[in-house]
């Protein structure tokens, strides 16, 4: 099972909004990662997880709170979002040996009004 | 670092023609390579990916790719396409030890016209 799963799949929240992307996984992996990808775009690398602990944050504003409770879940936090961060949320795992395949989810596709 | 550039940012083939997307990336020793497929509204799917061994891969829904190192290439190719095969393709590169995994390209939109 090479599945990755993203709640809630769309999601509208105002500017002093405060709300959560969620994500989990059942294969083992124990690198997780969050992404953002803008319409006609390559996703963009937000932050990295290995073995539950946050080994690479991108200068991410820090209106984006990671959060990695256990080995299958991930968290995105959000506050205070500008409307330039709405796009498309990708979580995606992989084993953390640098080269193995990385899983991505659906995505979560975000609006900020 | 490694880069990875798509030279063709959008590409229209009829249904039933063959079809070939170009990536050619840049690092310093072979990367892990890497073909993402993106329906419209959807995350990523693996097409395939190649580490090592034969540099002709076989990938998922009839798409296959070749390593070629002299011209520092991993083309995309299917002999025949079919119109659900609209969506835009990642080509992306994996530099063994690097923490960040991969590198994306920017990206191929495929039209099929029926």
């Known amino acids: 099972d090479t599945e990755v799963t993203q709640t809630p799949k769309h999601l509208v929240m105002g500017m002093t909004n405060k709300k959560s992307l969620k994500c989990e996984q059942h294969?083992?992996?124990?690198?997780m990662y969050w992404y953002k990808q803008k319409a006609k775009k390559p996703p963009e690398l937000m932050f990295v997880y290995s073995y539950e602990k946050l080994s690479i944050n991108e200068s991410v504003p820090s209106r984006f709170s990671p959060e990695c409770p256990n080995s299958s879940l991930l968290n995105l936090h959000l506050h205070a979002l500008q409307p330039e961060d709405s796009a498309l949320y990708l979580c995606?795992?992989?084993?953390?040996?640098?080269?193995?395949?990385?899983?991505f989810g659906e995505g979560s596709w975000l609006t900020v009004v | 670092a490694q880069s990875v550039t798509q030279p063709d940012i959008h590409i229209t083939v009829s249904e039933g023609a063959s079809l070939e997307l170009r990536c050619n990336y840049s690092y310093g020793a072979t990367p892990y390579l890497f073909w993402y497929v993106q329906s419209p509204g959807q995350g990523l799917q693996l097409l395939l990916k190649?580490?090592?061994?034969?540099?002709l891969v076989q990938g998922i829904k009839g798409f296959e790719a070749e390593f070629k190192r002299s011209q520092s290439s991993f083309n995309l190719r299917k002999p025949s396409v079919h119109w659900s095969d609209a969506a835009e393709y990642f080509c992306a590169v994996g530099a063994p030890g690097s923490a960040r995994q991969l590198t994306f390209g920017s990206g191929t939109q495929l039209t099929v016209l029926p």
């Open positions: 294969m083992g992996h124990r690198a």
């Open positions: 190649y580490f090592s061994g034969d540099t």
């Open positions: 995606a795992s992989s084993q953390v040996t640098a080269g193995n395949t990385i899983y």
